[in-house]
């Protein structure tokens, strides 16, 4: 649509400025002639294109921002989930505080920032097909891997999509006109779950087991994507079979200590199986290729390290989860029954004592708390951290912040080089457990889960005082006896899965697919609620709030002959 208006303007423009015909024969200024990017070269730098697209920034655009579009889906998959507050104060983006707290309606403008960030970038892989397919210059080699690579991004940004809003326009480089901008005005009433499944299934079948460049992805990379898809769907066999796979390749590893999946020093790691790339001090403008999309998301008068925002606080409900028992085993029923202390309220300058019970040592790499190291930064001082500790809670965000030690700022050191892990081989492994209990695997369920505690239990990878000692009383431990049963399973893994994937942004899409949305969400506002008072009297409604809904916006611009081709969502 871009690249039309642009040559529609030059040619008025040349109207305008003539009083000859000749201009007919002059190719406008400003507008690329449409052979210029039918080869290597241009082919190349328009799957750039669809690659950036991956961390929601489009600035030339100027149609929506990155927080409403990054990669990392802090929004809408951990502060609309029991994982994390907006933050900051009542005032700040209220569309987000309408988000968390179930009030959902279609003309909130962050709903309509992912659908055109998303379909923006479908439209690039898009131009990328087509463009490849009238380019002479390409061996079948170079032209299969860049179609693989294309349909990849292709199916991530329609999978994007179908989480968010479920009911949504599949458009392929067959569909899509650049010269009709009605071709992409398609109605929303098929599933396209086939459609997806078909581009990373050809990703799948194509792409090399290894690149040169990382950020581009591997066999292992779409096949792990089209395992996601189909755990969303419950096609547990399909997606045991590729996981399996990637864990018999043996290229990855559990990386020996938790953290190292959340430092710039340590991206493309041995547990990466896709990052969104993210690099500063490359010559692009205050940093844009940093980690734009979490630029809100830093503790608000941090001194010397940040003075912004205050964004993306974790919850209450989520700091407790990460207690254990005297066995060093998660409190899977009770964890949310009283609060670990905290310093609500309390003045940074004023005495305060951390939490002496058993942790989960996660959970300080997870969260910024009141005396525990904050990185290098220094010890997290609490309320001097905090913009509004009554409205967002006593907590900070910290794994997409980088170490003061790590050389990746932007001049807004805000903006960092710490990649976003997209997908890392913990998730395989969790996956695998979801599979193995659904299928009545217990005791595979429970090994493979074993894995992912054995790593956190090593001491080394603890958050350590200055003096080299434990920060906290980190006590983990395997599940060292059988499990009772398939109910039992099914908690403990899903347990295990919002303990090491918090605040990733992968938390309210696990609730949906799992089916538990509803209850969990509903018990999290009763409680919660107490603490945080804007939280009072919310609620999810089941059979609405699973999906959000489709843009009003996007319906209305959907009209074709006057009637929109695009239909809302049930209770919307």
Not at 289 to 313: D, E
Not at 402 to 420: E, I, V, Y
Not at 427 to 448: F, H
Not at 538 to 565: A, R
Request: aromatic share 12%; glycine share 8%; proline share 5%.
């Amino acid at each position: 649509m871009k690249k039309i208006t642009i040559l529609f303007s030059a040619v008025i423009l040349g109207i305008l400025s003539s009083c000859s015909d000749k201009f007919l024969d002059v190719n406008p200024k400003a507008a690329l002639n449409s052979t210029t990017l039918q080869n290597k070269v241009g082919v190349n730098a328009l799957l750039v294109g669809a690659y950036a697209l991956l961390d929601g920034w489009a600035t030339a655009e100027g149609a929506y921002r990155s927080y409403n579009v990054g990669a990392d889906n802090w929004v809408y998959g951990s502060v609309a989930s029991d994982d994390a507050h907006k933050g900051t104060n009542a005032g700040d983006q209220p569309p987000i505080s309408l988000i968390e707290t179930g009030n959902i309606a279609s003309d909130n403008i962050y709903f309509r920032g992912k659908w055109r960030g998303m379909y923006d970038g479908i439209a690039r892989t898009n131009d990328v097909l087509q463009n490849l397919a009238k380019a002479t210059d390409f061996t079948d080699a170079e032209r299969a891997q860049v179609t693989a690579e294309a349909r990849f991004l292709r199916g991530n940004y329609h999978f994007e999509l179908k989480k968010m809003y479920n009911m949504v326009p599949y458009i392929d480089d067959k569909t899509y006109d650049p010269n009709n901008l009605e071709s992409t005005k398609l109605p929303n009433s098929t599933d396209i779950y086939p459609n997806i499944e078909a581009d990373l299934k050809a990703a799948y079948d194509v792409l090399p087991t290894s690149q040169s460049q990382p950020g581009r992805p591997t066999k292992w990379a779409a096949g792990a994507m089209l395992s996601k898809v189909y755990l969303f769907q419950k096609k547990y066999a399909e997606a045991k079979t590729i996981l399996e796979a990637i864990v018999a390749s043996g290229k990855y590893s559990l990386m020996a200590k938790y953290h190292d999946n959340f430092q710039a020093s340590t991206n493309n790691n041995a547990e990466s199986i896709f990052e969104v790339e993210y690099s500063v001090n490359d010559g692009a403008a205050g940093g844009e290729n940093g980690n734009i999309g979490s630029t809100l998301n830093y503790p608000y008068g941090g001194g010397a390290f940040t003075t912004c925002c205050g964004f993306f606080q974790p919850s209450n409900n989520l700091v407790n989860a990460f207690k254990t028992d005297e066995n060093g085993l998660p409190l899977l029923d009770t964890y949310d029954n009283s609060d670990i202390p905290n310093d609500q309220g309390i003045e940074s300058t004023a005495p305060f004592t951390p939490y002496a019970g058993p942790l989960d040592p996660r959970l300080d790499w997870t969260v910024g708390r009141r005396g525990i190291p904050y990185l290098d930064w220094g010890v997290h001082p609490g309320k001097a951290y905090v913009r509004d500790q009554t409205y967002g809670g006593p907590y900070s965000p910290k794994k997409h912040v980088s170490a003061k030690a790590d050389p990746s700022f932007a001049s807004n050191n805000r903006l960092n080089a710490n990649n976003f892990r997209m997908i890392r081989y913990a998730q395989v492994l969790l996956w695998l457990a979801e599979i193995e209990t659904e299928i009545g695997s217990l005791d595979k369920a429970r090994a493979y889960v074993n894995q992912i505690r054995a790593r956190a239990a090593r001491p080394e990878g603890f958050v350590k005082n200055a003096d080299g000692t434990a920060a906290a009383n980190y006590v983990i431990k395997e599940y060292s006896t059988t499990w009772p049963d398939q109910a039992y399973a099914r908690k403990a893994v899903r347990f295990e899965e919002r303990l090491e994937l918090g605040m990733e942004g992968n938390r309210r899409y696990d609730l949906v697919r799992w089916g538990i949305a509803a209850e969990t969400m509903n018990a999290y506002y009763l409680m919660e609620g107490t603490k945080r008072a804007y939280l009072k009297g919310s609620t999810f409604v089941k059979g609405k709030h699973e999906y959000f809904p489709i843009p009003i916006q996007e319906i209305l611009n959907s009209q074709v002959g006057g009637k929109p081709t695009l239909t809302q969502n049930s209770g919307y």
